[in-house]
């Protein structure tokens, strides 16, 4: 492997906007868009819930320790390393059975070694998938701390933050164990890669079209009012069914 360039060094790594009330965006923007995913924060009278752990490239609990003030439990839409990183800086956490946070989570931040171990061709994908680095960070020495699940889901289980709760939806495709969580009594959707408004990646390794179809025409009958994906900004539910009429036809051509 050749030795990576410097990066320059940035003491500050997420970006955090609240986008609805008690629902934060949290963003990793030094990354690149490839790799950007969200986190969400959503808080509860009893007890938070965070949506996905973002890359692991910096610390969650040094840079926002806020969010682990409220009891915080984490849920995990699917177990990629863009999702996961910061995983085990949670003690409640809770993903699907299929998924797991091991040693064998596929993690690089070169582009092109990252395509060969999830799978897919990316030409033009760059060579080194952050832009900037947190203070006293290696790219090279990147890898996942494994995270194991402290609370399997299954589909149909329910997260109960107090005045809020929300529903596990399995929905495999893009993986084995990919889910979304439903809060019904408003139509929010944590939907992870399941759904967002981008080309959907259903050619990986693991992924498995047929499922994937079959998640998408479950999704489109529910009665969705915002969805808040794995990666870039949130949807109404006429979106969300256009996409899945979209991926739906150019599918089963
Ligand atoms: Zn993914």
Sequence with gaps: MTGLPP??????WFRRAEVAPG???IEEPHVHEFLRANIWHVRGRDRDLIVDAGLGVASLRE????????????????AHLDHVGSAHEFSDRRMHRLSSVDAH???????????ELLGFDAPGIPDLLI??????????????????STSPLEDGDVIELGDRRVTVLHLP????????????ASGALFSGDVIYDDILLDEL???DIDQYVASMLRLSILPVRTVYPGHGDPFDGGRMREIIADYVSARRR
């Design 105 to 115: 989570t596929a993690a690089s931040l070169r582009g092109p070694e990252l395509a």
């Design 7 to 12: 990066l320059p060094v940035v003491a500050t």
């Design 173 to 184: 495709g893009h993986t084995p164990g990919s889910i979304c969580l439903f809060d019904e």
């Design 23 to 25: 629902i934060a965006r």
């Design 63 to 78: 840079h926002l320790p806020d969010l682990f003030a409220h009891d915080p439990i984490l849920a995990l839409t699917h």
């Design 205 to 207: 390794q693991e992924s």
């Design 131 to 148: 832009e900037s680095a947190p203070i006293g960070f290696d790219p090279a020495a990147y890898a996942i701390r494994p995270a194991p």
